[in-house]
């Protein structure tokens, strides 16, 4: 199979396959033309780099676990070597366990030391500032606009389906019973891994690059949103439920993030979308809802970092309607 069909079947992205590659951890064929030729072998064997990778071990960590499976068997941890591979890695998680509480424990000291030293006492927990979450890379400066082709044209005034996802605070939420106030759904196509998740020629398909700036920009605004009378913010994609939680927890969002993978809201509302590198993904798209019912329809949006600023003013200016 070709790279794309590989990729969507292991569950991973066409410049991950490259990488495990130049690894040496997957070795596909070539064609008489020659293109990668990849079996159901290196689709299995790419599928279990991905899943160790969920556990923190690295893909060149994982050589021993491929290795169980080329030598015939069903379960990668089915070897003696495996086995070791994985107390390797727990006795490193335990190291670095105990690093980190050290660190902790002298900053909680010198917290406490420099607050004695005149900082008037408090009983309430210290908030975390916004300049120290986690910040998504800058966006490069000559990304490529994204003009509107109508694709969103039909969706103010349409109601939602009654469709369930599976959310990142692992509850499932039904859309059209949401809230019955005011809230927001936003959509992209989905969000890279900053080693090596971002297709090639991500950069130049307009709109499609900023995802992560974007979450960002709704995480930073969401206490104004609410001043704004907004009762919840919700992402929707059709990333991996397991990917996105593993976004929220690397940028500290406090909202729930839906997974769609198969599209059926796209399906259901004849929403906006794009091919790239052999996967279907959201246009992004933004809809503010009053209940179920579609209010107002940002489309195209960009740019996706300061997006949603753009949302925060539109719900002051529109705050009695």
Known sequence: MRAGEAATAAGVTIK???????????????????????TAKDVRLAEEIRRLGTLGLTPKETRP???????????????????????QKIEALDLLVVRLTRSRDKLIRRRDAAARRGFPATTEPLKEPDEMLPQADPLPADLPAPVDDGAAAHLTGRTLPALAFAATDGSDITLDTVSDGRWVLFLYPLTGDPAADIPEGWNDIPGARGCSQEACGFR?????????????????????????????????????????PQLTLADELKLPT????????????????????????????????????????????HHDA
Do not use: K
């Open 220 to 260: 930073d605004n969401l206490d104004a949103l609410r001043a704004e009378g907004v009762d919840r913010v919700l992402a929707l994609s059709s990333d991996r439920a397991e990917y996105q939680r593993a976004l929220v927890d690397r940028l500290h969002l406090p909202y729930p993030m839906l997974s769609d």
């Open 16 to 38: 991950a396959l490259r990488y495990y590659e130049d690894c040496g951890l997957i070795s596909p064929g070539r064609t008489a033309n020659g293109y990668r030729d990849y």
């Open 274 to 317: 794009f091919e790239a590198n052999g996967q279907t993904l959201y246009r992004r798209l933004t809809l503010v809802l009053r209940g179920a019912t579609i209010e107002h329809v940002f489309y195209p949006v960009f740019p996706p970092d300061t997006h949603a600023d753009e949302v925060t003013r539109w719900f002051r200016e």
């Open 65 to 87: 676990f491929l290795a169980c499976l080329r030598a015939g068997h069903e379960e990668a941890d089915h070897c003696a070597e495996s086995v070791v591979a994985y107390q």
